[in-house]
């Protein structure tokens, strides 16, 4: 069946940097779009990056609050998609989760993000 395992979560303080990491199984990982979304406490489930398939360029997207901080990449080896976060700042906190959309949204367990000194 379809797995999303995120990994890669912590605390760091801010300004510091983390590398989310989420293993991909049960579906033809090379063949879909992949996303980040996160979760704050009290808000709705935001997009965060994408990046699309190597048929169109492996594209990527960025939300206005992650761009030039946050970068996305895919293994397609290794069925994993990564988030690389530099510069984190408190309002980064959040569960971060893996998804992709095939028929319905599929999401992984999600991995905590804490940014605080």
């Known amino acids: 069946q379809v797995q999303l395992v995120e990994s890669g979560g912590g605390l760091v303080q801010p300004g510091g940097s983390l590398r989310l990491s989420c293993a991909a199984s049960?579906?033809?990982?090379?063949?879909?779009?992949m996303s980040w979304y996160r979760q704050a406490p009290g808000k709705e489930r935001e997009l965060v990056a994408r990046i699309y398939t190597a048929g169109n360029t492996n594209g990527t997207y960025y939300a206005d609050p992650v761009k030039g901080r946050f970068t996305i990449s895919r293994d397609n080896a290794k069925n994993t998609v990564y988030l690389q976060m530099n510069t984190l700042n408190p309002e980064d906190t959040a569960v971060y989760y893996c998804?992709?959309?095939?028929?319905?949204?599929?999401w992984g367990q999600g991995t905590q993000v804490t940014v605080s000194s």
């Open positions: 049960g579906f033809a990982f090379s063949r879909y779009t």
């Open positions: 998804s992709y959309f095939s028929t319905s949204r599929h």
